[in-house]
Structure formats: C-alpha cells, structure tokens
C-alpha cells in the first residue's frame, strides 16, 4: 500500500522555535529569517516518522501532514 504524503509548513504562524529541525532534521532546516522550511526534496517528509513528532513537537502547530 503507498500512501502520498505531504508536509506542510505554515510560515505565517511558525515562530522559529526550531523544534521541527531538532526533531527531524532530515526534513526541516531553518532559513536565513529563522523560519522553518523544508530540506529540498523532503516535501513529501521522505517518509520520516520523525516528522510526526515534528508535527507533535511545533508550539504554534505550524506544521502538517496530509495524506492522499
Ligand atoms: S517547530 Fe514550528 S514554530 Fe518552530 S520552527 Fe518548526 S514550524 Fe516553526
């Protein structure tokens, strides 16, 4: 079974608390302005369930998975 996953950062809400790049940083890095964005790449989280916990983790939820 394949599931088409998509992440999504909304960079209107992140704050640039970082948790996402701690938790998984194979997926998320922070940019020039302190904000998170994706790894080129890794829009579809690269199937890292780290990116769960990066979802669990953000304080402002700034931050989703969706599923096709
Ligand atoms: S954890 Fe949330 S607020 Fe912090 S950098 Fe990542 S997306 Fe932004």
Do not use: K, Y
């Amino acid at each position: 079974m394949h599931t088409d996953t998509r992440v999504e950062i909304n960079r209107d809400v992140c704050i640039g608390a970082g948790q996402c790049a701690l938790v998984a940083p194979d997926v998320f890095t922070q940019d020039d302005g302190g904000l998170s964005t994706l790894l080129p790449g890794h829009e579809d989280g690269g199937g890292a369930p780290m990116v769960r916990e990066a979802v669990r983790a953000c304080p402002v939820s700034a931050i989703t998975v969706s599923e096709a």
